[in-house]
């Protein structure tokens, strides 16, 4: 089965705030990043946080990381059409060097 | 400055055919990724240069899969023969080495289709 898990869809309207959810699987998880993919660009990093952390604002994104359940989720406010994209969360391990472990993705679809 | 590139963005070939994907990375970064997305699903690594020497080989799938990285510059990731399953996006990423958390920056991908 997959190391890091996300549902595969979320449809919202404009205006109002998405939640986009991530579990992973193992406790020596040292950062956690999400990564948003537009139509035809490459991965752009969007916002990480430190494993120690319990959550990081940074304008519209919020990071809410839950340790004792290996949860993380993305909360993004007052949703816009251009943050229509899919999103990956992703983690590197204390044990394998710096690669990315990355899950499915979300597609999110934002409604006017 | 420029960002990641790759070449092709896209490679149509059939199956037993070689294709050789480029990726350049952003000047200075000494570290390399590869990785894929088969089919939709999540983006695998498969392999991490620093400079020249590979770092870490463990997610490459089979000796069909050959990455070089000459010079410590941009890297070649060949394919032969290639087969249906090959088929995906193949992203490349570079980071500065030292750079604690190893923020990666990801390159557009090349969509390779095997048929």
């Known amino acids: 089965g997959e190391d890091v898990e996300q549902s595969l869809f979320l449809s919202v309207r404009e205006g109002d705030s998405s939640v986009i959810n991530c579990t992973y699987t193992?406790?020596?998880?040292?950062?956690l990043y999400w990564y948003k993919q537009e139509p035809g660009a490459g991965l752009q990093l969007l916002t990480y946080i430190f494993s120690n952390m319990d959550m990081k604002q940074d304008q519209r994104l919020t990071v809410l990381l839950n340790k004792k359940d290996k949860h993380l989720s993305l909360r993004i406010a007052d949703t816009q059409t251009g943050d229509s994209a899919i999103y990956f969360c992703?983690?590197?391990?204390?044990?394998?060097?710096?690669?990315?472990?990355f899950g499915s993705g979300t597609r999110l679809l934002v409604r006017p | 400055e420029a960002g990641v590139t790759q070449f092709p963005s896209h490679s149509v070939i059939e199956k037993g055919q070689t294709v050789t994907l480029r990726c350049d990375p952003i000047?200075?970064?000494?570290?390399l990724y590869w990785y894929r997305r088969v089919m939709g699903k999540e983006i695998k690594f498969l392999l991490h240069f620093v400079k020249e020497s590979k770092q870490d080989e463990s997610g490459m799938p089979n000796n069909r899969f050959l990455a070089e990285r000459t010079g410590g510059t941009y890297s070649t990731l060949k394919v032969q023969p290639a087969e249906l399953e090959d088929s995906g996006v193949y992203f490349c990423a570079s980071s500065q080495q030292g750079d604690d958390k190893d923020t990666q920056y990801f390159g557009p991908g090349t969509r390779l289709t095997v048929l």
């Open positions: 000047s200075g970064h000494d570290n």
């Open positions: 992703a983690e590197t391990r204390r044990d394998s060097s710096y690669k990315l472990i």
């Open positions: 193992d406790s020596s998880s040292t950062y």
